[in-house]
């Protein structure tokens, strides 16, 4: 059983373009979290939720929005795709709030064309 | 703001080497976390440290607060070590505001 899934696992879209990927984790943690990973491999916190509070918003554009349905789900909508939004998303979850998650999954690859 | 380095940027190793990769912090934190990124781009969170030292196997991982540094060591390296090692540090930015910052990484190749 996977412990955190991400879907999709590659998300090919063009510009302006309203997309979500979905974060689900089986573990009954209850915070999870959204990272990106720019080209250059760079890890970047974009959001924290615990128990359906968010925590931590970094400076990310309001495009992005985090949904978290119940405990188990995180998932991450962005609106007006833009070309500087290619990136690798990943999300986590843990056990309070780690800053890092405990477990991670697979990754999105997100390609704005 | 909070300066993340980790040194070195790559190291390459031959099977069987004790490898160490390093990570200094400017500001003083609440905790240090070392994650692992294999080839295929999957993330393992390796350790959660505040003080002293924690041991997993052939990892360690080793902070001294007072000088703003943490150490990850491997003991007997295997190729399937090689990796990027990212640090990511998490620090109290004013009041009860947490924030979080990650080193840009090391990329680790063992050899057989």
């Known amino acids: 059983d996977t412990a955190v899934s991400q879907t999709p696992k590659y998300l090919v879209t063009q510009m302006g373009n309203d997309k979500s990927i979905k974060c689900e984790q089986n573990?009954?943690?209850?915070?999870m979290y959204w990272y990106k990973q720019d080209s250059k491999k760079f890890l970047k916190i974009m959001f924290s939720?615990?128990?359906?509070?968010?925590?931590i918003n970094e400076t990310v554009p309001n495009r992005f929005s985090p949904k978290s349905p119940d405990k188990a789900h995180l998932n991450l909508h962005i609106n007006s795709l833009e070309l500087g939004d290619s990136a690798v998303y990943f999300c986590a979850s843990s056990h309070g709030w780690l800053g890092v998650g405990a477990f991670f999954g697979q990754g999105t690859r997100l390609t704005v064309v | 703001k909070n300066e993340v380095e980790q040194s070195p940027q790559n190291l390459t190793a031959q099977e069987g080497e004790f490898i160490t990769i390093n990570c200094s912090y400017s500001?003083?934190?609440?905790?240090l976390h070392w994650l692992q990124q294999h080839p295929g781009g999957g993330i393992v969170s390796l350790f959660m440290?505040?003080?002293g030292k924690k041991k997993h196997g052939r990892l360690i991982a080793t902070i001294n607060i007072q000088e703003k540094h943490s150490s990850l060591h491997i003991t007997a390296s295997h190729p399937r070590d090689s990796a990027v090692y990212i640090c990511a540090v998490r620090w109290n930015s004013g009041g009860s505001n947490y924030k979080l910052t990650f080193g840009k990484g090391t990329l680790l190749t063992v050899n057989p």
């Open positions: 573990l009954g943690h209850d915070t």
């Open positions: 939720y615990n128990n359906k509070e968010l925590i």
């Open positions: 440290l505040s003080s």
């Open positions: 500001v003083g934190i609440s905790a």
